[in-house]
């Protein structure tokens, strides 16, 4: 078979996975301008550093012999298997960014003869791309569950960032996810080791993620969320992305329902609360069974329990509390401290000029000692 037409089977395999090409609330970006026979492999990707580029997203393999009881290459199923040599798809990608069709790849695959074998078959692939034809674009490869430590150094050389799928958020969910996978041993430890290699490599190593499925084993918010906060705090990782369930026939959970896509907005949500606004996980509002409300979002439901009866004086509060308020984001509270610095804001008209969602905040706030006049909104702020 020639090597467009594998793509044309792997690539669609890859694009279920979140990764760059997922926006700030996991929506996945349209495809960009493209070759129609390549539609289906390209997407648009926002990099770490905010650039936009068309990437490329494609699986090695669809053969594999794990059984995650969810997916839809899992060993035993029925279905067409294709492989790609590492020089095959090397050259292909590469044609491609010289073309200009494409800036960016992410590199995954089904695992075929252990974990190892299959993490050697993508560095192999990686190092043809970069040393044999010096492709200089933007590279995310995935790690394999059961990798080699050298072999996770290897790809942390190569690539600008590494992922690794832990699933689920602890060894019980895991085993009723993805029998064959373990969850401590070999997955938690290889993101142990991606943290501790950009320790010792220093700025400029690789950023890492990791993604869950959700919604398959019927795992609460609070445990993902939990296991991602620990993530974000103890392994610097990058980004936690949340795939939302959808059975698949022929697999053993094709009978379950799938997950609404609010959750999934819900969880971004709250990881970016986790990760940049100072939350921690215990003051999230979650519901009796361990779930976020999906009709507001986190920050929105926080404020309400807290903030409705304790308005926050804008004009003396701390970085922290100002993160806390509805409608302010990071670049909000900067320009809210810059500018109190000058003047003491007054008014809704003060606030919208500094780029803050007034009608969100108004609720929450005091303008020097007063509450300033709000607009009814039919609005319930989801
Ligand atoms: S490891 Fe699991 S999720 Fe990945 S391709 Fe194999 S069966 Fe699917």
New binding site residues.
């Given amino acids: 078979m020639e090597a467009l037409h594998k793509l044309q089977i792997l690539g669609p395999a890859a694009r279920d996975e979140p990764a760059e090409d997922v926006d700030l609330l996991g929506q996945p970006a349209a495809p960009p301008r493209a070759p129609l026979e390549l539609r289906h492999c390209l997407s648009h990707a926002t990099l770490p550093n905010g650039r936009r580029i068309p990437m490329l997203k494609t699986l090695l393999s669809s053969a ?1 012999e ?3 009881r969810y ?1 839809a ?2 060993a035993g199923r029925d279905g067409r298997r294709v492989t790609f040599s590492p020089d095959e798809l090397a050259r292909l990608s590469d044609t491609f960014y010289r073309q200009g069709i494409i800036q960016g790849i992410f590199l995954s695959s ?2 075929a003869n252990g974990g190892v074998q299959t993490q050697d078959r993508i560095i192999a692939t990686a190092e043809l791309l970069r040393r044999v034809y010096h492709y200089r674009g933007y590279l995310h490869l995935k790690i394999m569950p059961g990798a080699e430590r050298d072999q996770i150094a290897a790809a942390m050389r190569l690539a600008d960032r590494v992922s690794l799928n832990l699933e689920a958020p602890n060894a019980g969910r895991l085993a009723a996810l ?1 029998p064959r996978k373990q969850f401590s041993d070999a997955l938690f430890q290889r993101l142990r080791w991606i943290h501790e290699l950009q320790q010792a490599q220093g700025r400029g190593s690789p950023s890492a993620t990791t993604q869950f499925v959700v919604g398959a084993v019927d795992e609460p918010d609070v445990e993902l969320l939990s296991t991602t906060m620990h993530l974000h705090r103890e392994l610097g990782l990058a980004r936690a992305y949340f795939s939302r369930f959808s059975p698949v026939p022929q697999t053993p959970l094709e009978a379950h329902a799938p997950t609404l896509p609010q959750r999934e907005t819900r969880l971004y949500q709250a990881s970016f609360l986790l990760r940049d606004y100072g939350f921690d996980v215990e003051e999230l509002p979650f519901d009796g069974a361990g779930n976020l409300p999906l009709d507001a979002d986190p920050k929105l439901a926080w404020a309400r329990q807290h903030l409705i009866h304790n308005p926050v004086e804008l004009n003396t509060a701390d970085r922290e509390m100002l993160l806390r308020i509805p409608g302010i984001g990071i670049q909000g509270v900067e320009r809210i401290l810059r500018a109190r610095r000058q003047a003491t804001l007054r008014d809704a008209r003060a606030l919208r000029q500094l780029g803050v969602a007034a009608t969100r905040a108004l609720p929450y706030i005091l303008l020097d000692g007063r509450a300033a006049p709000q607009q009814l909104t039919f609005w319930p702020g989801a």
């Fill in positions: 594999c794990m059984d995650c997916c290459f899992r089904g695992v993805a």
